[in-house]
């Protein structure tokens, strides 16, 4: 064994090597096998008994099912089998929506009809509250103006298009930028159904409508028709014919819709004054002519930009690291053009945290002293700080301070204390500077009253020159809201 180097184990004796005790325990196997089957059977045929006994007493066998059951309640069970499968129908088109449109936000939305510059565009986008969160469409029957409605943010134009009652086309007499005029055929749009198959009926619609006479009256009868009317919230019309105004209050008003005009010529429309009232309080604004300490010798300084230019970029990137770097609030005052504020809204928090102003100002048109003719010169302006108070708004600031430029006159001034609660800004002394080099020595005007020095930092080259009046003056300067409180104090 040792040789081959296997190793012999023991086996281990089986039951089969065992026949004394095989034949008894292979009979007792047998015997239980049978007794469970025989237990098994009985009870299923005494269920079966149960259960016919009971289904024939609850007259749920099938043969009660199928003809024994009265035919009102097969019907009513029928009916009510269809509603739960329609109601599993719809609650699965809703969560396919609810999938769909998960991230779904409502839009604001206006709607430009007709017209041929942009100025409807401009009026809403400078004057309505929260313009910036609305999507523009504008339909324009002449494509030749379409470049001058690609600068608009968030603005689709489907042109050429006119809006109207029927899809369809229409010939039009159009006329370009060149001011030729040509009759042209034009796609018509059914503005109605466009509504209704673009928008959805929780989007706030602002809808101007600007077209012939008997345009106008059938699309006002198409919108009433196909209940689009109800999907929109505001409703302008550019006519000045009484007939369709009225027109439109006869169909809209049985649905509690109201009509409003919309003025391009003169930049304004019906809720203009309601939907954009003054934020500042009727009391204690005024025209500033005089603001300093003459006995302490200090005196504010306002930086000011007459336009948005490079030079302004890097001057306010200088502003603003001065007063990180000085961890406080730099004591000048910063008024800055509507031009800027539009496109910058972003900035406008950051830049006043860092100091007070804030609008600029100017006339380029003079007053005629004709009422109708004075107000069309100062529409423009009145825009122009709207526009600016709702960009504040939009922020979280408040419109309270304006310089006006010296070609500002009196009249458009008193307008806007009156009408809008500013505190205007009027008696400057101008701070001049060598435009080709900015690291001239200033011509610091003698101060004989209490003026306000003032500085155009839209110029070439005024950042240098502010570092230079903040290094040198800046213990000497009066910050606008002490210079305020002193005005306000002398009455």
Same mark, same amino acid.
């Given at each position: ?42 009870? +299923? ?7 016919? /006994?009971?289904? %024939? ?90 470049? /001058? ?17 029927? %899809? +369809? ?14 009759? &042209? ?36 009868? &198409? ?106 609030? /730099? ?13 910058? &809204? ?36 009145? %825009? ?87 290094? &040198? ?17 002398? +009455?």
């Amino acid at each position: 064994m040792e040789n081959s180097g296997k190793v012999s184990l023991r086996r281990q004796s089986s039951f089969s090597r065992q026949p004394v005790l095989a034949v008894p325990m292979v009979g007792f196997a047998r015997c239980k096998k049978i007794v469970c089957i025989g237990v098994f059977f009985a009870a +299923g045929v005494l269920c079966g008994h149960i259960f016919t /006994l009971l289904a %024939n007493r609850s007259g749920m066998s099938s043969a009660h099912t199928e003809h024994e059951q009265p035919a009102a309640k097969r019907a009513a069970l029928i009916a009510e089998a269809e509603k739960r499968g329609a109601e599993e129908a719809l609650l699965s088109r809703k969560k396919d929506m609810s999938l769909q449109f998960r991230d779904y936000q409502p839009r604001h939305i206006f709607i430009n009809c007709g017209g041929t510059f942009p100025k409807s565009v401009d009026l809403f986008i400078d004057t309505y509250p929260s313009s910036h969160k609305f999507v523009i469409f504008s339909f324009i029957p002449d494509a030749t103006y379409a470049p /001058l409605y690609s600068m608009h943010p968030s603005h689709t134009l489907v042109s050429p298009a006119a809006c109207d009652s029927a %899809n +369809g086309s229409t010939r039009m007499e159009l006329k370009s930028v060149t001011g030729e005029s040509r009759q &042209r055929s034009v796609p018509t749009v059914d503005i109605g159904q466009w509504i209704k198959d673009n928008t959805h009926t929780d989007e706030h619609i602002v809808l101007k409508i600007d077209a012939s006479v008997d345009v106008e009256k059938s699309i006002a009868k &198409r919108l009433a028709e196909t209940s689009a009317i109800e999907w929109v919230n505001k409703f302008y019309t550019a006519t000045k014919d009484q007939g369709v105004v009225d027109f439109y209050h006869k169909e809209f008003q049985k649905r509690g819709e109201e009509v409003m005009t919309w003025d391009e010529v003169n930049g304004t429309y019906g809720d203009y004054k309601g939907i954009n009232p003054t934020r500042n309080p009727p009391s204690g604004n005024s025209i500033v002519k005089e603001c300093g300490n003459a006995k302490l010798k200090q005196y504010p300084l306002f930086l000011y930009a007459a336009e948005t230019t490079p030079a302004l970029n890097r001057t306010l990137t200088l502003l603003k690291t001065l007063s990180e770097s000085r961890s406080r609030r /730099l004591p000048v005052a910063l008024f800055l053009p509507t031009s800027f504020i539009k496109t910058y &809204r972003l900035l406008l928090e950051s830049l006043f945290s860092n100091m007070d102003g804030g609008l600029y100002i100017n006339q380029t048109v003079p007053l005629t002293g004709k009422e109708e003719e004075d107000d069309v010169i100062f529409s423009p302006i009145r %825009n122009q700080v709207v526009a600016a108070e709702n960009r504040f708004s939009s922020v979280g600031l408040i419109l309270q301070n304006v310089l006006a430029g010296k070609a500002v006159q009196s009249p458009v001034v008193e307008k806007l204390v009156r009408e809008r609660h500013y505190n205007v800004f009027v008696k400057v002394l101008e701070i001049q500077q060598n435009q080709n080099d900015g690291a001239s020595p200033l011509k610091i005007p003698t101060i004989t009253d209490y003026e306000a020095p003032v500085l155009d930092i839209s110029r070439p080259g005024t950042e240098a020159s502010v570092l230079f009046l903040l290094n &040198r003056y800046e213990k000497d300067i009066l910050p606008l809201t002490e210079c305020l409180k002193y005005v306000h104090s002398a +009455g």
